[in-house]
């Protein structure tokens, strides 16, 4: 069974960074490209970042580049996200996701607030 | 960025009933290799998005054939033939032949 479990959410200050970390496992990770989605509360979806295969190829929307950096660890199966200089309009659920959308975690909140 | 226009924005139904939501792009969705990747996603509530349909009219594993898709170019319908109770929830299309972009979302509440 394909599970992709998020971790790493949380309360932040405008400004400071957090990093999210997204568990695969029950297809070869390794073999996929994923990517990162955000629900802000009670808004639609939003794609934030692609990542290849290998990660040496990575895509971003224009309000996270420069900010966020996708990268994953084929070896541990495990897709990352650091979000740097976070915003108000950074707060949302973040979903991991395979690229072709066909499997999503359950998603985890980042609140960024003073 | 291309924009993905969903309409209506919420559809009320009773169970039973056959109901059509349209998503309209910006911009061509045809891929220069001959795939027009625009998908359809429903999004129960309290649950993330789950995969409908993919290319245009392929239906996911798994999904009740009740489902289907169709469309090309910048135009494309999602329809449920025999809205259930399960149905109930957001549905959003989406397209990855450019930069990915996601509708507005359509709510489909019972009647």
């Known amino acids: 069974e394909v599970q992709l479990v998020e971790s790493g959410g949380g309360l932040v200050q405008p400004g400071r960074s957090m990093k999210l970390s997204c568990a695969a496992s029950?297809?070869?990770?390794?073999?996929?490209?994923m990517a990162w989605v955000r629900q802000a509360p009670t808004k639609g979806l939003e794609w934030v970042a692609t990542?290849?295969?290998?990660?040496?190829?990575?895509y971003y929307r224009d309000s996270v580049k420069g900010r966020f950096t996708i990268s994953r660890d084929n070896a541990k199966s495990t897709l990352y996200l650091q979000m740097n200089s976070l915003r108000s309009e950074d707060t949302a659920t973040y979903y991991c996701?395979?690229?072709?959308?066909?499997?999503w975690g359950q998603g985890v909140m980042v609140t960024v607030s003073s | 960025d291309v924009v993905l226009t969903q309409t209506p924005p919420t559809l009320s139904a009773t169970i039973g009933q056959s109901v059509s939501i349209s998503c309209r792009s910006s911009?061509?969705?045809?891929?220069?290799?001959?795939?027009?990747?625009l998908n359809w996603l429903l999004q129960r509530p309290g649950q993330p998005p789950q995969l409908l349909i993919y290319?245009?009219?392929r239906l996911e594993s798994g999904v009740p054939n009740r489902f289907s898709g169709s469309g090309s170019g910048t135009d494309f319908t999602l329809k449920i033939s025999g809205v259930e109770a399960e149905d109930l929830g957001v549905y959003y299309c989406?397209?990855?032949?450019?930069?990915?972009?996601f509708g507005g979302g359509t709510k489909l509440e019972l009647k």
């Open positions: 996701t395979r690229a072709a959308l066909d499997y």
């Open positions: 029950g297809f070869t990770f390794s073999s996929f490209p």
């Open positions: 990542i290849s295969t290998s990660g040496g190829s990575t």
């Open positions: 911009q061509s969705l045809l891929h220069s290799n001959g795939n027009t990747y």
């Open positions: 290319l245009v009219s």
């Open positions: 989406v397209q990855s032949t450019h930069a990915p972009t």
